[in-house]
């Protein structure tokens, strides 16, 4: 089955890029029935999804207006994985930070483990 | 941008019961609502999709109805290892937008 794998550091100072990786075994990012999002859980905020990026012939990616001025979504095929990057990060992006897959385009299954990551100094 | 709004914030129940849970969209979804169940210190899991499928390995007690504006998540038997939070997330395509309602703690009474 689908499994997704998160890393990356779990604190950031302010004002710096959040990076995050989600590696992917059962299926492939390069998949054109899947696109790979990253969704974001606070308690001020609930859960936000940020945005994805997926492969239709060519690739594409949606961003979260919240967000877009500040993210990039990248995928590896060589390493079936993909990438979040979030700049100019601010104590309110402290968060437990989730992928997933979006399959038939309107839900989301499975989900990476989550990484909590604190914005502080 | 579509709200949801989930009711109540929490139930309390007792194992054995039938649980009722509320999800209210502020303008129609048609029926492209999921219902997600999260355990403390996991991610959400899938249960419910397109308002009333059951997802792969979700139990048959869960069941989903609805369509438009009001959806309901069914468990029919609470077993003692639903008692956790539940979420329902719908997608807007104009702009695209996935959003989720605030949940709803199903607490043992």
């Known amino acids: 089955q689908v499994q997704l794998q998160q890393s990356g550091p779990g604190l950031v100072k302010p004002s710096q890029t959040l990076s995050l990786t989600c590696a992917i075994s059962g299926d492939s990012v390069s998949s054109n029935s899947a696109a790979w999002s990253w969704i974001r859980q606070s308690p001020s905020r609930g859960l936000e999804w940020l945005g994805w990026?997926?492969?239709?012939?060519?690739?594409?990616?949606d961003y979260a207006v919240s967000v877009k001025s500040r993210i990039t979504i990248n995928p590896d095929t060589s390493k079936n994985q993909f990438s979040l990057q979030l700049n100019s990060v601010t104590p309110e992006d402290t968060a437990v930070y989730y992928c997933?897959?979006?399959?038939?385009?309107?839900?989301?299954?499975?989900w990476g483990q989550g990484t909590l990551v604190t914005v502080s100094s | 941008e579509i709200v949801l709004t989930q009711s109540p914030a929490t139930l309390s129940l007792s194992p054995g019961e039938r649980a009722t849970l509320s999800c209210r969209a502020s303008q129609s979804v048609s029926s492209s609502l999921a219902w997600y169940q999260q355990k403390p210190g996991q991610a959400p899991r899938l249960l419910i999709y397109d308002a009333s499928n059951r997802a792969t390995g979700i139990p048959a007690r869960f069941s989903g109805s609805g369509s438009g504006t009001d959806f309901t998540l069914t468990i029919s038997s609470l077993e003692p290892e639903d008692f956790v939070v539940y979420y329902c997330q719908q997608r807007s395509n104009w702009p695209l937008v996935y959003t989720f309602g605030q949940g709803t703690k199903l607490e043992i009474k």
């Open positions: 990026t997926y492969y239709r012939s060519k690739w594409y990616n």
């Open positions: 997933a897959r979006a399959a038939g385009g309107s839900w989301f299954d499975p």
